[in-house]
């Protein structure tokens, strides 16, 4: 996956990733132009993020472009890991904001460097101070909280506040939570066997000669399988304890395998079904290769078409809309029927364009002449432009 690689997820909803530091890996010419590419072409954009920050100042064209994106298109984010720093202002512009579910959000003040006289400096931490208003004013649309009290809590200096996935949706950042591998399981999970046992089980009491074991008896007996009575013994309730606990240790090591075993499956269903995926998407270019796409348009096809079904789907759909390309000798042969009556920017008649007219202006035709042919293109290319192709 390229750092700014345009995804198609599918005809209508595009993602880009932004993986790495803004200012370093993350530039923002590019990241402006992907959000450009994606919103003249899709209804839905998604900003999947991984990052620790970056300089804030090479982020403003980023933040002015998703807002005018979504005057045209849906802008939503996604923290696959960490949004840290200017990475959680950009989460925060997202109309819906997912976080995974061991997802951190980082808020803090902006931070600079700065070097000169008193007044240049004076000048740096006044140019600090308005990026903190504004990076508040984004947190606060966000989460409907106050921007003075988001200064004061989240963005007191010298402190980085940092929000688990829960923490993050319960405070507004985020909108909801993207489930992971680790959920609730049925009633032998160890952690609500455990929850049976009263919390003065392990209190620093335990070895105090004034303890009564009785009060553990009501916790006790919810354990499945173990029933004590009133009567019951000092040596009974102890028994009972160990029981308890030898349950929950065995219950831990059974679910450990038992998520072992599942995570297993799931990897197996995985590459079976990427396996399934690669295979029908090999099919699908293969069968388009010199019908409708040039071979060296194949690998950008196959790409698409392998990253899900979603994609798969409208790869076909993109290819079944095309028009089949001809070949060479087929565009010369019938020129004056497919060409007739169109012109070329400067308005002399296409049936009239020689080798470096349609080398100029139709690349296709080119990429075609490589194809079937790649002596005659060199040698027409060469002819044309006085120079041996780089190709």
């Known amino acids: 996956m390229k750092r700014f690689e345009l995804c198609a997820l599918s005809a209508e909803q595009a993602e880009i990733y932004l993986y790495g530091t803004f200012g370093e890996e993350i530039l923002a010419s590019e990241v402006v132009q992907k959000i450009l590419e994606a919103s003249s072409k899709y209804k839905t954009i998604l ?3 991984h990052s620790r920050g970056g300089d804030p100042l090479d982020g403003l064209g980023i933040l002015q472009a998703i807002k005018d994106a979504k005057t045209k298109v849906e802008v939503n984010t996604q923290c696959d890991g960490m949004a840290a720093s200017f990475a959680s202002v950009i989460f925060a512009c997202g109309t819906k904001r997912e976080i995974a579910q061991f997802g951190r959000v980082m808020i803090h003040q902006a931070s600079g460097f700065g070097y000169g006289q008193v007044d240049e400096l004076k000048q740096t931490a006044a140019l600090m101070e308005t990026i903190n208003d504004d990076m508040a004013s984004i947190y606060a649309e966000a989460t409907g909280k106050q921007k003075d009290w988001i200064l004061k809590n989240w963005m007191a200096s010298g402190q980085d506040k940092w929000f688990r996935a829960q923490d993050a949706k319960d ?11 680790v959920a609730e399981s049925s009633e032998t999970n160890p952690i609500k066997l455990a929850a049976h046992f009263d919390s003065v089980l392990f209190n620093s009491q335990h070895n105090s000669d004034t303890m009564k074991l009785s009060m553990y008896i009501p916790g006790l007996n919810k354990v499945p399988g173990i029933k004590l009575s009133a009567e019951s013994s000092d040596a009974e309730i102890s028994e009972a304890i160990e029981t308890a606990l030898g349950k929950t240790v065995q219950l831990d090591a059974e679910l450990e395998t038992e998520t072992e075993l599942r995570k297993a499956k799931e990897q197996e269903i995985q590459e079976l079904s990427t396996s399934a995926l690669k295979e029908k998407s090999e099919a699908l270019i293969e069968a388009n290769v010199g019908v409708k796409i040039t071979a060296e348009e194949k690998d950008y096809f196959l790409t698409m078409a392998g990253k899900d079904e979603d994609s ?11 028009p089949k390309i001809q070949s060479v000798s087929q565009f010369l042969a019938e020129g004056n029927k497919d060409l007739a009556g169109k012109k070329s920017k400067d308005g002399q008649p296409l049936i009239e364009l020689g080798y470096k007219e349609l080398f100029k202006n139709h690349p296709k035709f080119l990429a075609q002449m490589k194809t079937e042919d790649v ?3 060199r040698e027409k290319y060469e002819y ?8």
Request: charged residues 25%; hydrophobic residues 40%.
């Open 384 to 391: 044309e432009f006085g120079k041996k192709p780089t190709w």
């Open 47 to 49: 900003l999947r993020l």
């Open 375 to 377: 002596e005659l293109a």
């Open 171 to 181: 405070e507004g950042i985020a909108t909801s939570i993207i489930p992971g591998l």
């Open 312 to 322: 798969y789907e409208a790869t076909k759909k993109q290819l079944n809309a095309m």
